[in-house]
């Protein structure tokens, strides 16, 4: 496709609620990102894939959050019993190699609210 | 202490003028430097990305990289309203594959 992809745009859900958001890369790009962005914060890192292996996931704030990318394409995002503290835009994002850096091309976004 | 520091603004400059934005980094490690434009409500875009000591120019955007005092700039020649965004600073380390980014610095072009 042209560029990341991501859905839903705006998900409004109520605590303990299960969510899944999805992630469509730009096609070919092997390493694939998720990262969640707070109201007035830079985006933090939660985890990588390079294909379907999921790499680092070291920056996923609990054992509620899980991802997947099973075919090394989309990808998603799992958030289990739902919190307000979970309440972010979560952002893709897919890179590749350009100028002999890996740069990344971020997705619009999901904007959760968690009620 | 966090990987990525910015001063978060807002810093305004009238408009033809050249804005100066600075970012320093923590960890010696640090392998690429990467400066993104963030509207409001919109996801990251990347501007241009450094890695080696320097001056690095690409249009009206010059990216400055010194190592040895762990800082890197951006410099916007010529500000036009619409450069007004907030603008992340990225890095990335040799080790492992996260990119760490600041909290941004919003930028305001006066007409």
């Known amino acids: 496709g042209a560029g990341v992809s991501q859905s839903p745009r705006y998900k409004v859900a109520k605590r303990g609620q299960d969510v899944a958001l999805r992630c469509d890369p730009i096609?070919?790009?092997?390493?694939l990102f998720w990262y969640q962005q707070a109201l007035g914060q830079g985006p933090e890192f939660l985890t990588y894939?390079?294909?379907?292996?999921?790499?680092?996931k070291s920056g996923l704030p609990s054992d509620r959050f899980f991802a997947e990318r099973p075919e090394g394409s989309v990808s998603t995002l799992k958030i289990q019993r739902t919190q307000q503290e979970d309440s972010a835009v979560y952002l893709c994002a897919s890179s590749t190699v350009a100028g002999g850096q890996e740069t990344q091309y971020f997705g619009p976004g999901t904007r959760l609210l968690v009620l | 202490q966090k990987e990525v520091e910015q001063n978060s603004g807002p810093l305004s400059v009238p408009e033809g003028a050249i804005a100066s934005l600075n970012c320093t980094y923590s960890d010696r490690g640090s392998q690429s430097f990467f400066w993104y434009r963030q509207y409001s409500g919109k996801s990251p875009e990347l501007i241009m990305f450094?890695?080696?000591?320097g001056d690095k120019e690409d249009g009206r955007f010059t990216a400055q990289l010194n190592k040895a005092s762990q800082y890197v700039s951006l410099l916007i020649r010529d500000s036009q309203p619409s450069d007004s965004a907030t603008y992340l600073c990225?890095?990335?380390?040799?080790?492992?594959?996260?990119?760490?980014f600041g909290t941004g610095t919003s930028l305001t072009v006066i007409p």
């Open positions: 450094i890695y080696s000591n």
């Open positions: 096609s070919g790009h092997v390493s």
């Open positions: 894939f390079q294909n379907e292996a999921q790499l680092d």
């Open positions: 990225a890095v990335r380390l040799i080790r492992g594959n996260q990119f760490y």
